[in-house]
């Protein structure tokens, strides 16, 4: 079928909205493209009643994919375009080229996907089971990851279920002699601005360290979308719940929440420990302290949680090798053997020299510890290591060794005191 023709079935589809009677909202019509085209020609072959069903059986399968919430807004982000520009005109993208380089496409769902006239928000929990916060935040000694990072990469699984859920609806419109369902799945890395859409298709509000959070589901969820072109009933956006609270934006370690909902990225540690390609500003650096790979706290002061399920996806579990890490055998991972324990994992992104930038600030923040000095002086020397690296582990020695105490052995005394904890475990 040609994209006109397809066009013409959607958009005839859009007027018939006006007689669905499944929420008020979805009583609210798009505003219709003007397209320059006949729209009567073709009918929409699905029903209000159809669609309806088709709507709750959608919701059912999204279950059964391991969704657990579904729900669906229409395409209209235009009243985020003014925050989303104002957001990147303070440069708070920092060097997330990606975030200003589609210009206002990211709010413009319709222009990503022609023909899209409905997004299906998705919500999948990650919250690991023992999720061990404060004792791993208490230990100077062991990384911080964050938790939506210690199992698989979310990014491929959600994206194929989302692709299944999208198949599944073609299949259910085929059998109504509807072959024209054209569909498309983001999830995050995408141009399109997921929180909002999330917002809308009432899967949480936006609370004030711009997340989507849920009375019974907190915050510690991934999203995913399905840019569709029927139209389906739309859901209603719940209640915003944060009211007096501002326990996010008091307990940033960093100061990135500079004012409710925004989140300058170039402060968060989560951008500065992910994204972030080079050094990372001192001013920030002790800041982050054992943090090696993003970072939780907004989420974890938040009321909210305090209801939040576990996930059920057992490949969000973290990793054993990744549980309350201890930083010295982490910083020891050669490249081939980070390669291998991060396969088909969001930490593997990063690659092996901005793994051991974020874990030699961690080391230089934990208390003065000789087999520290030890491992930052091995580093220095190692083939894997650039003039970045470099950079950080000089970095931490300096930390180190300001943190010794005064009186503190010689440094030929320490080496010879390693050399017998070492050599000489029993006589030590
Ligand atoms: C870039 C990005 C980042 C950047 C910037 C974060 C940011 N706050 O913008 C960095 C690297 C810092 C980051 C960090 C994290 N991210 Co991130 N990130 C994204 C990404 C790719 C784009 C976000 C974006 O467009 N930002 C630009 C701003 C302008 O848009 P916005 O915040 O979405 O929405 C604005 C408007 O809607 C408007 N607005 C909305 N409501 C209201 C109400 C009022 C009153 C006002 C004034 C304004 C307003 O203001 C908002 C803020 O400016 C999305 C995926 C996606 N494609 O959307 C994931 C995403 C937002 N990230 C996610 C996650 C999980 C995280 C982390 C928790 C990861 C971690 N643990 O380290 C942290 C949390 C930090 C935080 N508090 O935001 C999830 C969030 C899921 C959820 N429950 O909401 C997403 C959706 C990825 C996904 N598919 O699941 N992230
Ligand atoms: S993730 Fe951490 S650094 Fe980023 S806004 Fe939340 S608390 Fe601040
Ligand atoms: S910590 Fe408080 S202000 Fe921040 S998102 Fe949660 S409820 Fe809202």
């Avoid at 007689?19 to 909202?25: D, G, H, N, R, S």
């Avoid at 657990?68 to 005109?89: F, M, R």
């Avoid at 072959?179 to 009432?202: C, Q």
């Avoid at 969001?346 to 874990?359: C, E, T």
Wanted: aromatic letters at 6%; glycine letters at 6%; a negative charge.
């Amino acid at each position: 079928m040609s994209k006109l023709s397809k066009t013409r079935i959607i958009l005839a589809c859009l007027l018939n909205d006006s007689v669905m009677t499944t929420t008020t909202a979805a009583l609210t019509p798009n505003p219709i493209p003007d397209l320059g085209t006949d729209l009567t020609t073709e009918p929409c072959p699905l029903t209000a009643a159809q669609l309806d069903v088709l709507n709750r059986q959608i919701k059912l399968w999204g279950k059964e994919l391991g969704f657990a919430h579904i729900g669906v807004a229409d395409v209209d982000l235009s009243q985020h375009e003014a925050a989303l520009q104002d957001w990147l005109d303070k440069g708070y993208h920092g060097e997330m080229g990606y975030m200003a380089n589609h210009g206002m496409m990211r709010a413009r769902p319709a222009e990503l996907h022609p023909g899209a006239i409905r997004v299906i928000c998705a919500r999948m929990d990650y919250l690991p089971p023992d999720a061990g916060f404060a004792s791993n935040l208490t230990d100077p000694n062991l990384g911080y990851i964050s938790r939506y990072a210690g199992g698989r990469d979310y990014h491929k699984l959600i994206r194929q279920r989302l692709k299944k859920l999208g198949d599944k609806i073609n299949q259910y419109c085929q059998q109504l002699d509807f072959d024209a369902t054209d569909f498309r799945p983001f999830v995050d890395s995408a141009p399109i601005l997921e929180r909002p859409l999330a917002d809308k298709a009432g899967l949480g509000w936006t609370g004030k360290h711009s997340l989507i959070l849920h009375p019974d589901a907190g915050s510690w969820f991934f999203l995913g979308e399905l840019l569709i072109n029927l139209p389906l009933p739309l859901d209603i956006p719940i209640e915003e719940g944060c009211n007096t609270c501002v326990a996010c934006i008091k307990s940033c370690p960093t100061d990135a929440i500079v004012e409710p909902y925004v989140v300058d990225a170039r402060r968060c540690i989560s951008y500065l420990t992910i994204e972030l390609q080079g050094a990372i500003p001192e001013e920030f650096r002790p800041l982050i302290e054992n943090r090696i790979y993003g970072c939780d706290d907004c989420q974890l002061v938040c009321p909210v949680n305090a209801k939040a399920p576990l996930t059920k996806e057992t490949d969000f579990h973290t990793r054993t090798t990744l549980i309350q890490p201890d930083l010295l055998t982490l910083f020891a991972w050669s490249e081939t053997y980070f390669l291998n324990q991060t396969e088909g994992s969001a930490i593997r992104r990063i690659g092996h020299k901005r793994w051991l930038r974020n874990i030699a600030i961690a080391l230089g923040n934990a208390p003065a510890n000789p087999a520290i000095i030890e491992a930052l002086e091995q580093r220095k020397h190692s083939e894997e290591v650039d003039d970045m690296v470099l950079e950080h582990i000089e970095w931490a020695l300096v930390q180190q060794i300001q943190k010794a105490p005064q009186s503190a052995l010689s440094r030929k005394t320490q080496r010879v005191i390693r050399s017998i904890q070492k050599g000489l475990p029993r006589d030590a």
